[in-house]
């Protein structure tokens, strides 16, 4: 990511990323960007399985996983979030859930590449 957008994000939480500066190789004369891999850091398990409607499998090690669908709808123990304004799911690693000041940071700071889906209980 670049500079502005780490700065959108360091902005935010303190806490909830971790950037690893990249090195990066341009023509001659001209000046590299800096640039960042970010890592959103909290892993949580907040999720009230009995309030929401999520597809929950058994992994090879047999340990449950979360099936990202469509129809997907979550409902959060608020308690367990916390003030965390992004973090990834333990029972689905790759998925990535922010809330809406999260949203609303990067909006205004007009970043581009990111994708949403709702997948809050209305």
């Known amino acids: ?45 907040p999720v009230d399985e009995a309030r929401s409607y999520v597809r929950i499998e058994q992994s090879d090690a047999r340990t449950p996983i979360y099936q990202i669908t469509p129809s997907m709808k979550l409902c959060f123990d608020e308690a367990c979030v916390g003030s965390h304004h992004a973090f990834r799911l333990t029972k689905n690693f790759a998925t990535i859930i922010c809330d809406d000041a999260f949203k609303t940071a990067v909006k205004e700071a007009k970043l581009t590449g990111l994708r949403y889906q709702d997948v809050t209980m209305s």
Do not use: H, I, N
């Open 1 to 45: 990511m670049s500079d502005r957008a780490k700065q959108v994000l360091e902005q935010l939480s303190e806490t909830d990323f971790q950037f690893l500066s990249l090195d990066t190789e341009v023509d001659a004369g001209q000046e590299p960007a800096p640039l960042w891999l970010c890592e959103v850091m909290p892993m949580l398990d």
